[in-house]
T-cell receptor
Framework: QKEVEQDPGPLSVPEGAIVSLNCTYS??????FMWYRQYSRKGPELLMY????GNKEDGRFTAQVDKSSKYISLFIRDSQPSDSATYLC?????????????FGQGTRLTINP | GAGVSQSPRYKVAKRGQDVALRCDPI?????LFWYQQALGQGPEFLTY????????KSGLPSDRFFAERPEGSVSTLKIQRTQQEDSAVYLC???????????FGPGTRLTVL
């Protein structure tokens, strides 16, 4: 069993819909939680970063963490075609102070105009 | 350049050939990471450098994989006697400080025939 599980999708929704992306994890040592967006043939780019249970909002994006359930979510409001990408959740494992990222499988999202 | 660059962007190798993949991190970045991303999967950690010191190589799949960063800037990932299962995108990431945000390059797509 992988340390981080993410539904690979694909997920296809109409423009303007609310999108919910989710990950579960098994390692209680994970303290930091991130969401990355990856466009085709590009590297991942950081979207959201949080370290505590609860919600964090940034524009149309909301990251939610529930450490007791080992469950994290990313919500996208008023989704746009430009949001079409693969979304990766990532957890941080610390090595000598540096952050080794442990990724989920990624969810491929398409927003249809 | 402003971001992390990798070369070549695409590499086709015959099984058994040796390959070398280059990463140019953002200037001044202390930490450098290599990840392997198989098709339809999330990136998986390979190795980590802090300046020229390789502090973790626990993710390297076999002794055919070797990475170096001799002057604490440019890094090379070398794969000897390539196998078909080595086909993947190899991503490099760097961060300004230890524990800081990781910025990813576009990756090198390796195809082993």
């Amino acid at each position: 069993q992988k340390e981080v599980e993410q539904d690979p999708g694909p997920l296809s929704v109409p423009e303007g819909a609310i999108v919910s992306l989710n990950c579960t994890y098994s390692n209680s040592a994970f303290q930091y939680f991130m969401w990355y967006r990856q466009y085709s043939r590009k590297g991942p780019e950081l979207l959201m970063y949080t370290y505590s249970s609860g919600n964090k909002e940034d524009g149309r994006f909301t990251a939610q963490v529930d450490k007791s359930s080992k469950y994290i979510s990313l919500f996208i409001r008023d989704s746009q075609p430009s949001d079409s990408a693969t979304y990766l959740c990532a957890m941080v494992s610390t090595i000598q102070g540096a952050q080794k990222l442990v990724f989920g499988q990624g969810t491929r999202l398409t927003i249809n105009p | 350049g402003a971001g992390v660059s990798q070369s070549p962007r695409y590499k086709v190798a015959k099984r058994g050939q040796d390959v070398a993949l280059r990463c140019d991190p953002i200037s001044g970045h202390v930490s450098l990471f290599w990840y392997q991303q198989a098709l339809g999967q999330g990136p998986e950690f390979l190795t980590y450098f802090q300046n020229e010191a390789q502090l973790d190589k626990s993710g390297l799949p076999s002794d055919r994989f070797f990475a170096e960063r001799p002057e604490g800037s440019v890094s090379t990932l070398k794969i000897q006697r390539t196998q078909q299962e080595d086909s993947a995108v190899y991503l490099c990431a760097s961060s300004l400080v230890v524990g800081g945000e990781q910025f990813f390059g576009p990756g090198t797509r390796l195809t082993v025939l």
